[in-house]
């Protein structure tokens, strides 16, 4: 739940298994309200990643961190996220960055 205080910090973050050590990264203009947003369709069994919503469902909420990786300008966003997906063990099917906002990631 995003509160009225939380700062808006943009920039890149991940949703880290902690079993598998597999992440999904994705980017955002305000981070704390995506973590929401991923929070509630996880737990609602409707994430937009469909590995990603395989293991919360398998493993659990419990197992999952959320961190911010990375904060920079919205300009910015799309190259740091670049930098980001370039990693193993990652969830994303997706690894482009200019085509993402096509198939409803925000």
Request: charged fraction near 25%; include cysteine; charge should be neutral.
């Amino acid at each position: 739940m995003v509160r009225p205080n939380d700062p808006v910090i943009c920039g890149v973050y991940s949703i880290r298994c902690t079993i598998t050590g597999h992440q999904y990264i994705g980017s955002s203009k305000h981070i704390w309200r995506r973590f929401a947003d991923h929070r509630g369709a996880l737990r609602a069994g409707k994430g937009h990643n469909k590995v990603l919503q395989f293991a919360w469902d398998v493993f659990g909420e419990a197992y999952f961190i959320f961190t911010i990786l990375e904060e920079c300008p919205e300009v910015a966003l799309s190259e740091v996220e670049r930098k980001y997906l370039q990693g193993e063990l990652l969830f994303n099917i997706l690894k482009d960055v200019e085509n993402k906002f096509a198939f409803g990631e925000k």
